[in-house]
């Protein structure tokens, strides 16, 4: 009968627990980091469901433009067109947007490097290390949103009101408001506006995590943080019109949530294609300008044109004769 003294025992015990593999307290801490992204990623999907379902209808309808309208600008291919022809008749703003550009490029393709040759194998031998690798695999590509809109800071406001000047946008939301159109404070323009992207940055960044699910990710990322993408965008064309301040605004937003859910939607997803992400971003910018045209515009006249009508049958009805 073999005789094992404790010091072998010892060798033995530690030997078969170097066996082990995944080790228990790393079994543990990866099943519970596990279970934390499934319950946070069940929130934000249970978050967008409930707001898409809640919020109210919009008032938006689909308007028949006359031919020298609109519907010169339905294609990408008619919008691109129109960017160009602004940026090569304002030479600055082409040198800035091509400047910004590059930055754009730069930043994502450093992002990804660093995602995938030092993070990427600082956490391959971990205990979570096969949940988070394939994070950092799609992260960048998920995040591309947050480097253009730290690349065109400041560009983005600027080039929404040249669009809006060139296209006519502009003329016609300062008649909804009786020819006034707000500028921003001193306090607006610094604090708030950049709270907002903050936010925004916030929201991208937070929803990025779906990058977990392959092929998805990318799509629920758009899907979660579209709509506040989209209301960065505009903040300073609606603070134009009066809706100043952050509650003001979001209520305003929250009214036509629909049509900012999926102009922002598809705005995420064109700015997360690698490399032409950049100018993606300046066309979704452009873009916005057709956006506020159509809800503050468009949608304004319709609304003021179905009670025009009301009032005229309420009349006709009441006195007997015909509408006016």
């Not at 991208?204 to 965008?233: E, F, H, M, N, Q």
């Not at 505009?234 to 003001?248: D, E, K």
Request: glycine share 8%; net charge positive; aromatic share 12%.
């Amino acid at each position: 009968m073999t005789t094992i003294i404790p010091r072998q025992q010892a060798v033995i015990l530690q030997h078969n627990q170097e066996r082990q593999w995944p080790p228990r307290q790393h079994r543990k801490s990866g099943s519970f980091a596990w279970n934390s992204l499934k319950v946070l990623f069940l929130a934000i999907l249970l978050l967008a469901i409930i707001s898409l379902v809640a919020a109210p209808a919009t008032t938006y309808h689909d308007y028949a433009y006359e031919e020298d309208n609109l519907v010169l600008f339905d294609t990408m291919g008619a919008r691109l067109r129109g960017i160009g022809r602004i940026l090569v008749a304002n030479p600055t703003t082409c040198f800035g947007a091509l400047l910004r550009i590059a930055m754009a490029i730069f930043l994502e393709i450093s992002l990804d490097g660093f995602l995938k040759t030092v993070v990427t194998p600082a956490i391959a031998g971990t205990g979570i290390g096969i949940l988070v690798t394939p994070l950092t695999f799609f992260i960048g590509q998920a995040l591309q949103p947050i480097i253009h809109s730290v690349s065109f800071l400041i560009f983005d406001d600027r080039f929404l009101d040249i669009a809006m000047e060139s296209t006519g946008t502009k003329q016609k939301l300062v008649k909804t408001t009786n020819g006034k159109w707000h500028r921003l404070s001193l306090v607006e323009g610094i604090i708030t506006r950049h709270c907002l992207k903050v936010l925004s940055a916030w929201c991208v960044g937070l929803a990025g995590l779906c990058t977990l699910i392959p092929v998805l990710g990318p799509i629920l990322t758009a899907l979660l943080s579209g709509w506040i993408v989209a209301w960065d965008y505009v903040y300073v064309p609606l603070s134009g019109m009066g809706y100043v301040g952050f509650v003001r605004q979001f209520w305003v937003v929250y009214r036509d949530f629909r049509r900012y859910y999926w102009f922002g939607f598809w705005a995420v997803l064109l700015e997360e294609i690698p490399l032409a992400g950049p100018v993606m971003h300046v066309y979704n910018i452009y873009s916005a300008t057709f956006l506020l045209e159509d809800l503050y515009w468009n949608g304004a006249a319709a609304a003021t044109s179905s009670h025009a009508a009301m009032i005229n049958t309420t009349i006709a009805a009441v006195t007997g004769h015909k509408e006016l």
